[in-house]
């Protein structure tokens, strides 16, 4: 059932008072949805496993034990990376990933900031 003229009006001033109130909550309500906290955690697996990487190919030849530290990042990331993408799912994926336009910016408008209008 879809909300009547009344109800739209009070919930824009309910989030004008917001806005007004607490303007550093309003904005993190506004920048973060559902999916935030999943694809935060890939990103965070992604660079652990680069710098287990880094790790590995800097110190394979002089330190043995920092080369497999780096070998044990790069596991426990793709672990955090397989886990954090099984809970986001395939819809929001498609979510996260989809093209600019009416639907909203895409993962290119989220990398530039813009915000759906």
């Known amino acids: 059932m879809p909300l009547s003229e009344h109800d739209k ?3 824009a ?6 806005i ?11 920048d ?5 906290h999943g694809m935060r955690r890939v990103k965070w697996g ?16 002089t330190l043995l034990p ?3 530290v ?13 886990r954090s993408a099984r ?10 990933t989809r093209p600019g336009g009416e639907e909203g910016p895409g993962w290119r408008g989220r990398l530039s900031g813009r915000r759906p209008q």
Do not use: Q
């Not at 780096?70 to 397989?82: D, P, Q, T």
């Not at 809970?87 to 994926?93: D, I, P, Q, S, V």
């Open 9 to 11: 009006k009070i919930i």
């Open 13 to 18: 001033e309910m989030e004008e008072s917001l």
């Open 20 to 30: 007004r109130h607490d303007p550093h909550f309003a904005k993190s309500l506004r």
């Open 32 to 36: 973060t949805n559902v999916y935030s």
């Open 46 to 61: 992604v660079l652990g496993f680069v710098v287990g990487l880094a790790l590995l190919v800097v110190f394979f030849t």
């Open 66 to 68: 920092v080369a497999l």
């Open 70 to 82: 780096g070998v044990a990042l790069m596991f426990a990331s793709a672990v955090v990376i397989e």
């Open 87 to 96: 809970r986001l799912g395939r819809a929001g994926w498609r979510d996260l």
